[in-house]
């Protein structure tokens, strides 16, 4: 779990004091030196600290006083703030502009709430990203186990490029395989697919990277979504657009005869060049792969 930087620490435990009522209304809140001497911090740390609270609109500097109490919890649009809340509406901000749009001042800002507030329902972004992702794996029922592994595991190979689509910042999200996201619902996905495994004859180790090996090949198509969308995007044109526009270079590089295999494929009739027509292909080949497996297997 990510864990807080020093100086929000600090932050949330004053807050607590005043929440508590331990620091009333007027009262001064540990000062710079202080909180240097009591948690062991730099100075630098410690005015951040006290930037945080301020931010969160608890304390104010009072001239010749110090720093003040000028508020008290629940105040506000953080009264109403929830971990839920926080996940839907940064689903809402990665799905219009992607994880990288996705900060916690920005989330803030989308809330009516300061940052602090954020983080006293979630420690960080690393947190909130694992949040959503499991929040979108459990969307739409998978349904019961086909009692055919083929017919199963292309169910979940579509079921899992439905997120992807639906959630184009999931692909990256979940790139690593060293370290999968512990998201009882991400999980939920791998049993349902080693239950379709099941009674193929496979080994455990070869169920697992049967299933790895399907993930692996969904995600390389959604990502390849991600960055097709983010090229619309950035240009402001479409697929075909583009096409129209890069096909004088095309036939000119081409047009020497030096690729002859390449041209007379992109030339051929039915060629579809579109992930989705990829995406079909793929997976059944992938399919007859596993099949070939399990036969081996079986014999």
């Not at 059944?284 to 070939?292: F, N, P, S, V």
Request: hydrophobic share 45%; proline share 5%; charged share 20%.
């Amino acid at each position: 779990m990510t864990t807080q930087p020093p100086y929000l620490a600090i932050a949330a435990e004053i807050g607590r004091r005043i929440r508590s009522g331990e620091l009333s209304p007027g009262d001064r809140v540990p000062s710079t030196r202080a909180i240097t001497r009591e948690w062991g911090v730099a100075m630098a740390t410690a005015t951040k600290a006290l930037a945080a609270l301020r931010q969160e609109g608890l304390v104010r500097a009072e001239p010749g006083v110090g720093t003040v109490v000028v508020a008290t919890p629940g105040d506000g649009a953080a009264a109403g703030l929830s971990r839920d809340r926080i996940v839907r509406a940064a689903l809402e901000l990665a799905d219009a502009e992607g994880l990288e749009a996705l900060t916690m001042r920005r989330l803030g800002t989308a809330l009516s709430v300061s940052t602090m507030a954020l983080y006293r329902h979630v420690p960080g972004k690393g947190e909130l990203v694992r949040l959503m992702t499991d929040a979108v794996c459990g969307e739409v029922p998978m349904g019961p186990v086909p009692a055919d592994w083929r017919a199963g595991l292309e169910h979940a190979a579509r079921w899992l490029r439905g997120v992807y689509a639906r959630h184009r910042w999931m692909a990256p999200a979940m790139a690593s395989f060293t370290r999968p996201v512990a998201a009882p619902n991400a999980m939920a996905y791998t049993e349902w697919v080693l239950t379709a495994l099941q009674g193929t004859g496979l080994t455990a180790a070869q169920k697992i990277y049967t299933h790895l090996t399907l993930f692996a090949y969904v995600q390389g198509v959604g990502l390849a979504d991600d960055l097709e969308e983010r090229a619309r995007q950035d240009s402001g044109i479409s697929d075909g657009e583009w096409m129209e526009r890069n096909e004088p270079r095309f036939d000119a590089i081409q047009s020497a005869g030096s690729y002859p295999l390449l041209t007379s494929l992109t030339e051929a009739e039915g060629f579809d060049l579109s992930l989705e027509t990829l995406f079909e292909f793929g997976l059944r080949r992938t399919l007859d792969g596993i099949a070939a497996l399990i036969g081996e297997t079986s014999a």
